[in-house]
């Protein structure tokens, strides 16, 4: 290829991108280098805030609690979008858009407002208990809220569209051939979903599985208003240091050792799932 | 028609506004905004808006713009990029003094602030009290057959009063109440020590079992008691009462409770600081303070005006002579010192 078109063709991907990166260096690293200088500024000295967070059991706890509860939380969001995903494949017409808008209408939905709403749907007296104890399958209401169970329910039901829409996409670009050539060899429906189908569709699963676990490390109205103390999460923890404490080189630092935390697990992730294949629209 | 190039000005106009957004270009310079007073929102905003702010604005002749919610992060931003955007906040009394301490807050002007006939423990260098409200024992009417409780000892004893129980979040309002609960005289309460927070977990321990929310939003203990997921819960009484408007399935006491107030703080640096001193000191007018009776949630914190209540009235207001001689007046002084001394062992018992 000639050089000049070459280099025309980079010019114009350039320029294309420059809007976006000029936004992104303005409103979201020079913020993020704002933040970390904050965070190495403590009067206290410049490593103080890191120490007083990895040096402090509580902190620490709070940082186990939000991964185990993102990891959970992704698990069981991926297992149940799968089959919703394959099933929105199956259907056509007005079927298919009434299973689309079922599953992007809550997107519309503050969740603050949806959060409000499992608290009404879920408390003791609340109509599920209602239901459960009159049908007679529980003997007392069971307790839904202010503990792991609510906060399960809630994020999961925030984050299931984030999981099922990566799916749906890959599945859709699944080539339908491919399955009847594995019928044709004789293999098993169980052999064609484990050699063809699931590894086609696996990037979907990992671009899924990534948005929702990078987004439930950030939670918080959720966990706070639907789990139990030992709910408290990183995001709450550096709102309660950044508004009601106001020691913000600690909440800097906080939000930092949790990108350090995200990037590591990323890292370790995209050996086993072929993340950069999953987020290539493709 | 939408052309290509239509759609590529458009695009590039939005980036360049985005940037300039980005690159803090300040909306308006600050001389050109209204006088703006911040609070928490909810009934507050509105009863403070209706007494307080509206009649104000005609009085001392200058618009005031009403909005919120408070959040002493953003007055902090504000003040440290000096873009003070907010002239008069209500703000938890513990700010006054954490404010104070990080140099967030204009000193109170008592030569414009006429604070002669308000109780001295209401007054304060870096901030003012204007409506008193107190942090209460509520509990669901049908959980303890009629039996009302009548002190933290009460909220403590699960065999007299069984059911859950809700406190507050943070270490804040559970120092007192356990205190108390342990029996100490109210007069023994501060100055908050490490050996009275060791007492403070230890009781709260003790409890913990049936503590089935820790709140963090002053509508969640109405809430929650009326629908009985909670028997009973400390809460903070503006809630309660207004509640209490709408449903018979709360009720509360004073007796015991923790008495505080609404306390108004000026950001350093605002361009209004002299209007802000006129208009704290029309809050405190008898006139003013009147206008908190009707309402019936937070009280009037001049005593002359609480003297003016009706009897049904009095019986909600904390500083009628009935209620506050059974009430503890929280030192917002002490709290800010025991907040920043012991959130995070008050963190460390609550998640073990």
């Given at each position: 290829m000639p050089v000049t078109t070459t280099m025309r063709r980079h010019t114009a991907t350039a320029l294309l991108l420059l809007p976006a990166l000029l936004f992104l260096a303005l409103s979201f690293v020079a913020p993020m280098l704002i933040l970390f200088k904050l965070s190495v500024t403590a009067k206290e000295g410049p490593l103080w805030?890191?120490?007083?967070?990895?040096?402090?059991?509580?902190?620490?706890?709070v940082f186990w609690n939000t991964l185990v509860v993102a990891v959970a939380v992704t698990a069981i969001s991926v297992i149940a979008a799968y089959p919703t995903a394959y099933m929105l494949t199956l259907l056509k017409g007005w079927a298919l858009t009434l299973a689309v808008y079922g599953v992007l209408f809550p997107l519309w939905i503050s969740v603050?407002?949806?959060?409000?709403?499992?608290?009404l749907l879920l408390e003791k007296n609340g109509p599920v208990n209602r239901a459960l104890v009159a049908s007679g399958v529980v003997d007392g209401p069971?307790?839904?809220?202010?503990?792991?169970?609510?906060?399960?329910?809630?994020?999961?039901h925030v984050l299931l569209p984030y999981a099922i829409l990566p799916i749906y996409a890959n599945m859709l670009r699944v080539d339908g051939r491919l399955m009847l050539a594995s019928d044709g060899l004789a293999a098993s429906p169980w052999m064609t979903f484990r050699r063809v189908y699931l590894p086609l569709t696996m990037p979907g699963v990992g671009a899924g599985a990534v948005f929702v676990f990078l987004l439930s490390l950030g939670f918080f109205i959720t966990p706070a208003l639907l789990g139990g103390i030992s709910n408290l999460t990183v995001a709450m923890l550096i709102e309660l240091l950044?508004?009601?404490?106001?020691?913000?080189?600690?909440?800097?630092?906080?939000?930092?050792?949790?990108?350090?935390?995200?990037?590591?697990?990323?890292?370790?992730?995209a050996r086993f799932v072929p993340l950069g294949t999953a987020l290539e629209a493709r | 028609m939408?052309?290509?190039?239509?759609?590529?000005?458009t695009a590039g106009a939005a980036a360049a506004m985005t940037g300039a957004v980005a690159l803090g270009v300040r909306p308006a310079r600050a001389q050109s905004r209204p006088f703006t007073f911040v609070s928490w929102g909810g009934?507050?905003?509105?009863?403070?808006?209706?007494?307080?702010?509206?009649?104000?604005?005609?009085?001392?002749?200058?618009?005031?713009?009403?909005?919120?919610?408070?959040?002493?992060?953003?007055?902090?931003?504000?003040?440290?990029?000096?873009?003070?955007?907010?002239?008069?906040?209500?703000?938890?009394?513990?700010?006054?003094?954490?404010?104070?301490?990080?140099?967030?807050?204009?000193?109170?002007?008592?030569?414009?602030?006429?604070?002669?006939?308000?109780?001295?423990?209401?007054?304060?260098?870096y901030g003012i009290?204007?409506?008193?409200?107190?942090?209460?024992?509520?509990?669901n009417t049908k959980a303890f057959a009629g039996a009302a409780p009548q002190s933290w000892k009460d909220f403590w004893d699960v065999k007299a009063f069984p059911g859950a129980?809700?406190?507050?979040?943070?270490?804040?309002?559970?120092?007192?109440?356990?205190?108390?609960?342990?029996?100490?005289?109210?007069?023994?309460?501060?100055?908050a020590t490490d050996e009275k927070v060791k007492q403070v977990i230890a009781k709260c321990q003790e409890l913990k079992p049936h503590v089935k929310v820790w709140w963090t939003a002053g509508a969640q203990p109405p809430q929650l008691l009326s629908s009985g997921e909670l028997a009973m819960s400390s809460a903070w009484s503006g809630r309660i009462l207004d509640a209490k408007k709408e449903s018979t399935a709360v009720d509360m006491t004073y007796k015991d409770g923790v008495a505080w107030g609404n306390g108004y703080v000026v950001p350093k640096g605002t361009p209004y600081k002299e209007k802000a001193m006129q208009l704290i000191n029309y809050c405190l007018s008898e006139e003013a303070q009147l206008r908190l009776l009707p309402v019936g949630t937070y009280g009037p914190v001049l005593s002359s005006a609480a003297a003016k209540a009706s009897p049904t009235q009095a019986r909600n207001l904390v500083m009628h002579p009935d209620n506050i001689k059974d009430m503890l007046i929280l030192d917002e002084e002490q709290a800010a010192l025991y907040s920043a001394k012991y959130e995070e062992a008050w963190k460390k018992f609550q998640l073990g």
């Open positions: 805030a890191y120490g007083e967070i990895l040096g402090n059991a509580v902190y620490l706890r603050l407002i949806r959060t409000f709403s499992w608290i069971v307790q839904f809220l202010f503990n792991n169970t609510g906060v399960l329910i809630g994020m999961i950044v508004n009601e404490r106001l020691i913000w080189s600690l909440a800097a630092a906080a939000s930092f050792l949790l990108l350090a935390a995200i990037a590591a697990l990323l890292a370790v992730a | 939408l052309t290509r190039r239509r759609l590529m000005g009934a507050l905003s509105a009863t403070e808006k209706e007494a307080f702010m509206d009649p104000a604005s005609k009085k001392l002749g200058f618009e005031i713009a009403n909005t919120s919610p408070t959040t002493y992060a953003k007055l902090k931003a504000m003040v440290e990029a000096k873009a003070v955007e907010w002239d008069l906040v209500d703000v938890g009394g513990r700010f006054i003094f954490q404010g104070r301490d990080q140099g967030l807050l204009e000193e109170i002007d008592y030569k414009i602030v006429d604070a002669s006939k308000l109780d001295k423990g209401w007054v304060k260098p009290f204007t409506s008193i409200g107190a942090t209460v024992i509520a509990w129980r809700g406190l507050y979040n943070l270490l804040y309002y559970n120092y007192e109440a356990a205190l108390l609960a342990a029996g100490l005289k109210r007069s023994e309460v501060y100055p």
